[in-house]
């Protein structure tokens, strides 16, 4: 897999692009189930459903938010019934809820990512190879 960074024209200047250069690209291997028979080295176009990538976006981004929010809101009203300074409880909620529920969405996110086939939509054909 490569990242997306280091192709555009502020690659030298962009945070993101020197954080994509520090981790060595990944490679994946996995076995896709189809009638149609490849060759080895051709390249396959491969996709998720979309249901996949909403459920997969929903855990990255809302869950912990969601877990942010719930534990701000628990701190605060926790403080007003211990009579403790309010603003300080519901930070210190806040940052445990969002912790906690973004440990509780990666554990979701392996279980869907093991759920999750990809499929073939179509074929590339065989890579060009230059040296020659």
């Given at each position: ?12 200047s ?10 060595s ?19 396959l176009?491969l996709?998720l ?18 877990g ?7 701190g605060?009203l ?35 990512e ?13 890579p ?5």
């Amino acid at each position: 897999m490569k990242s997306a960074c280091n192709h555009c024209d502020s690659s030298d200047s962009c945070g993101t692009s020197a954080v994509a250069k520090a981790f060595s690209p990944k490679v994946q291997r996995f076995s896709i189930q189809t009638e149609r028979a490849f060759a080895t080295g051709e390249r396959l176009k491969l996709g998720l459903p979309e249901s996949v990538i909403l459920k997969a976006a929903m855990l990255v981004y809302i869950l912990p938010l969601a877990g942010f929010f719930i534990g701000a809101f628990s701190g605060n009203l926790l403080a007003a019934n211990i009579d403790v300074n309010q603003d300080l409880l519901a930070i210190a909620f806040a940052l445990v809820g969002g912790v906690g529920f973004w440990a509780l969405g990666k554990k979701f996110a392996k279980a869907l990512e093991e759920k999750a086939q990809p499929i073939i939509i179509k074929s590339l054909g065989k890579p060009i190879d230059i040296a020659q």
